[in-house]
């Protein structure tokens, strides 16, 4: 597991070992998630992408099933359930 602070780290970081799943907030302090959501589904086709954002609807996201809109707050019960 990797855990970035920035969107810039992750995508970086992403790279050297091509995740089976990503959790991408949308806030992040360098951009937001959502900008790069098309770019992930492209990049790691295998990958599940959880997007974590305070808003249900965000704008121009791909439709893709393997990427899911998950609203804040956000529990361990809820990452638990997604991830199994």
């Known amino acids: 597991m990797v855990v970035s602070h920035k969107l810039s780290d992750g995508l970086r970081e992403a790279l050297d070992f091509y995740p089976d799943i990503i ?10 998630g959502w900008t790069k959501a098309g770019y992930l589904l492209e990049a790691f086709p295998k990958a599940d992408i959880f997007l974590i954002s305070a808003y249900k609807s965000v704008p121009f996201l791909p439709e893709d099933p393997r990427l ?9 019960k809820t990452i638990e359930k997604l991830i199994s």
Do not use: A, G, M, V
């Open 23 to 32: 959790f991408l907030d949308n806030n992040l302090p360098d951009s937001q």
């Open 68 to 76: 899911t809109i998950i609203e804040k707050p956000l529990s361990l």
